[in-house]
Structures are given as structure tokens and as C-alpha cells.
């Protein structure tokens, strides 16, 4: 036996990956190294459908493993370690058992690994364009704290990036029999991120820092929340724009906000155009540019979102 296949194998023997990390079958024999967890077969059949980028999904047993990949599933150290990210926060009942149909693995697979909806509240990706996989230690997270996100990685063709606070939902509308479990997505071109999923709770508080890099031809920044149901597509809680054109005409006047004291440096006026509750100003507060929004959600009966912008130069 090779010693990278001695190293699976010792790691199979663990406790917590002697059953499946999707859905607790026993014995698992297929692994996903670019997430860093031990699958069985009917899990495995929903991995490979979404990509390799998101999970490349390989036998312990049969196939020829790059000594990359064991350092991988090394470096995660397992089920339980990459469970306590990936599902952090998973709504009661959301995840599937040995016996579940292809559907139910389907839609919580998907949620898991591909939508990314029960990350640690402090656990955020800057941008998901491309929805990497993430395996642990080498995940593309930002941790939701100011100090983390203020110098970015910047992609391609990027003047700058803007992190975007979701503070707090009001009056949500109801999608459940008497709640909802919302979350929040914000999305700039092909980008995507989301906060995490609070269950039943039509006043949500999330305090979520999410980034999404500014691209040169930058237009709106759409704000959509949505209702997370277990065993059917997730249901749309309403839906706004952030018009972040004033934001960035502002940045662009002063370019080192550091130099000046607190102030107010523009303003987004609210007209039967948007989805402003109220007139939304630009300020520098302590050497940075921030702008406080609250939405109206639109194409819904009810529904208030409140959050933060701030700009971060390249």
C-alpha cells in the first residue's frame, strides 16, 4: 500500500468519517478533496454534478490521488471538522438521512456546498463569482470583523471593493405557515454572497459583513431575500436595488477620506425610482466612506431591509 493511500485510509478509521458527511450513511468510500469530506455513493452521484470547482469527488479505494489532494483532506482533518463550517447553522430537519431521495440530497447538497447558506455567522466569502470550493483552513472566508476586509484581495479589472453590512430585516413577509427563514444575497454583476439563514424570525438581526469587488463598468448592487425551505426552491422575500453611484462619485472626490474630519459628502435622494424608506447620505465617519440604506422591498407585500456601505480603496 502507497503511503498516500495508508494516510486515507488512516483517516477513514475516525471516528466521525465512518459515516457519510452529507447524510450519515455508513462507510463512506468516495471523498471530495477540494472540500475536504468523506461522501457515500448516492452523495458522491449529487457532487459530481456540481463541477469540479465546487467538488471533485474521488475514490478512496479505486482512484489515483495527487499527493495535493491527500495533503488536502489532511489539512480539513475531516467530517466533523469541515461540518462545524459547513453546517454551522443548519435549520432543523434541512438535513437529509441514509434513505433520503435523490431530491432531498439534491437540495441540501446544493445548499451546503454550492449556495453556502449555513456558514458560521463569521465566516463570509468576498466574492463567489466563480463559487470556489473552500476546503477549511485554505477557505476564500472573511471573518465579519472591519479589520479583516479592509484590503481585500482585488480581482481582475477592480477599482476598489465595497463591503456591505446587512444589519437588520423589519416586517418580513411570511413564506412558512407563520414565519420565515430569511437570508439575505447581494449581488454586483457576476458576483454573489449571502449572510446566513435565520429561522423563524420576520425581524431578523444579522450584523453580516459582506464584499463585493467594484468592477470599471459597475452598475447597481441588488439586495434579494429569501425564504429557505427545506425540500423546495427557496422563495422570494422581495427584491432591491442600491444605486452606488453617489457612493462611488464621493470615494472619487476624496480619495484619502483620512485627510478630512467627519462630514457629509453626498447623498442618494429618495423618488418613486427606488426603493429608498428615506434620503440615504454619504459621510466620511473616522477617515472612512460609509452610507447608511434602508429598502423598501419591492414586488412583495411587506418587508424592510436596513444596511451599511462602505467603500475600500484598492
Not at 457519510?20 to 448516492?42: H, M, Q, R
Amino acid at each position: 500500500m502507497s503511503s498516500g493511500k495508508k494516510i486515507l485510509k488512516d483517516l477513514l478509521l475516525q471516528k466521525d468519517n465512518r459515516t457519510c458527511a452529507d447524510c450519515g450513511a455508513s462507510d463512506p468510500k468516495w471523498a471530495s478533496p477540494t472540500i475536504g469530506v468523506f461522501i457515500c455513493l448516492k452523495c458522491c452521484g449529487v457532487h459530481r454534478t456540481l463541477g469540479p470547482n465546487i467538488s471533485k469527488v474521488l475514490s478512496v479505494t479505486i482512484d489515483e490521488w495527487a499527493e495535493e489532494e491527500i495533503e488536502a483532506m489532511v489539512e480539513v482533518g475531516g467530517n466533523s471538522s469541515a461540518n462545524s463550517i459547513y453546517e454551522a447553522h443548519v435549520p432543523d430537519g434541512a438535513k437529509p438521512g441514509p434513505d433520503a431521495s435523490i431530491e432531498q440530497r439534491t437540495k441540501f447538497i446544493r445548499s451546503k456546498y454550492e449556495l453556502q447558506l449555513f456558514l458560521k455567522p463569521s465566516l463570509k466569502i468576498a466574492s463567489n463569482s466563480t463559487l470556489q470550493a473552500m476546503p477549511s483552513k485554505r477557505m476564500s472566508f472573511r471573518a465579519s470583523s472591519s479589520s479583516s476586509v479592509q484590503n481585500p484581495e482585488l480581482q481582475e479589472g477592480a477599482i476598489g471593493h465595497l463591503k456591505i453590512t446587512i444589519l437588520q430585516g423589519a416586517n418580513l413577509a411570511v413564506r412558512d405557515m407563520l414565519s420565515s427563514d430569511p437570508y439575505v444575497v447581494v449581488s454586483l454583476g457576476e458576483q454573489r454572497a449571502q449572510t446566513a439563514i435565520q429561522n423563524s424570525n420576520l425581524n431578523p438581526i444579522w450584523n453580516e459583513e459582506l464584499v463585493l469587488s467594484v468592477p470599471e463598468d459597475y452598475g447597481a448592487v441588488k439586495v434579494q431575500v429569501f425564504d429557505y425551505d427545506t425540500f423546495s426552491a427557496d422563495d422570494i422575500m422581495g427584491e432591491a436595488e442600491v444605486d452606488i453611484q453617489p457612493m462611488m462619485n464621493s470615494a472619487m472626490a476624496y480619495e484619502d477620506p483620512t485627510m478630512f474630519g467627519n462630514m457629509q459628502i453626498g447623498k442618494w435622494l429618495k423618488s418613486h425610482d427606488n426603493a429608498l424608506l428615506e434620503d440615504s447620505t454619504v459621510n466620511i465617519v473616522e477617515g472612512k466612506i460609509k452610507q447608511e440604506v434602508s429598502l423598501q422591498l419591492q414586488h412583495v407585500e411587506s418587508g424592510i431591509i436596513y444596511l451599511e456601505v462602505e467603500w475600500i480603496p484598492p
